[in-house]
């Protein structure tokens, strides 16, 4: 057992905390103020190769593993969780779909555009009437000569408006339920496709969500994406792995937080001396480190255990569950620490909080993970 950063992992954490500082930092709070999808970042989070971390340098990543992808979502949510939300979207959704269950040919035509940042991914699975339920989709696939048309609609898309390349469920056999559905990918500019309302947030308002329709769009037979009626199954896989960079994410919006509340606390002061004196914010800020340091090791034991290889279900729900609720109870306390001043936005202590909020929902509520741990520790007998 090794509970410490590699060489390489150490100078990743700090290569991309200071690119986050330089150029993203100065931005943050005019980006979310004007719920501006920052799109001229991109070719420098790819420069980095932070557009295709897990990916192999064969189809344009960095080949890097998931340890090392949650430490960089981490290092940008610890700046900006808009920004870690985009990134993570784009890597363990759109080009893990592909890359876990593509083709040789749809590797080299769509993944690495992807991992090389020419071309922004999205993935859409939830529809206006089933999120936590996603297998109860809507969204139609009909057999055509030469390829699939999609009829439907998808809400709450990351990137909606934004992307080149979507990764679209539907079902191609509704009388088999989740047994009937397919994953298709779906160029932009494909007749039919159309991004809708682009949904005005809470938190993470520079990371662009939209809905998208479908209608009378034709795909060609190509691009189905893995074996058709496999595509709910695929998307399940799909999100076990995301669940590990929103656990990151959740963990870098919590430090960040206790970051600005360790700050605000020596510098604040009150009845004659800083705040930080108080043995009652004292003990909030041990709080905080205690269950942010707790949510990081989970974050990176499912993320080892991933590397290793094979399905880590339980452990991505646990740390996603874990770092999602401490994200925002940390980001709440250090609101707290900042009095009025946390509830103003000349203080960064009201972003982590409402940036904090979307983690224990997207890519599965923290209600669904409790329902996955319980399944998985009632299955496997209590061990
Ligand atoms: C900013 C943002 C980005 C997103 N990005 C994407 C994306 O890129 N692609 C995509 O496909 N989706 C995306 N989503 C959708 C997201 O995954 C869903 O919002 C989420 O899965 C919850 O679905 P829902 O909103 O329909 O809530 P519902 O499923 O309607 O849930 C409502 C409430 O009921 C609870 N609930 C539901 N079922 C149960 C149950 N069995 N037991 C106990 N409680 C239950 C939930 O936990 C929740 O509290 C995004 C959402 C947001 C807000």
Redesign the pocket.
Known sequence: MDFGYTQEQELLRKTVADFAQQEIAPHSLEWDEAQHFPSELIPKLADLGLMGVIFPEKYGGAGLGFVEYAIAIEELSRVDGAVG?SVS?HNS?CGGHIFGFGTEEQKKRYLVPLATGEKLG?????EPS?????AGLQTRAQRQQRGWTLHGS???????TYADIYVV?ASTNPAEGAKGITAFIVEKGTPGLTSGKK?N?LG?RA?D?ASLALQDCLVPEENVLGKPGEGFINALEVLERGRISIAGMAVGIAQGALDCAVKYARQREQFGKPISEFQGVQFKLADMESRTQAARWLTYRAAWMNDRGGRVSREASIAKYYASETAVWVSEQALQIHGGYGYIKDYPAEKYWRDSK?CT????????Q??VIARELLRSGGV
Do not use: R
């Open positions: 939300l979207a959704l999205a993935w859409a699975l939830t089933s999120g936590s339920d996603a998808k809400s709450f898309i990351t990137h909606g469920m949904e947030k993470c990371s969500t979307i929902i997207g890519e599965g509520t923290s209600e669904i409790k329902i």
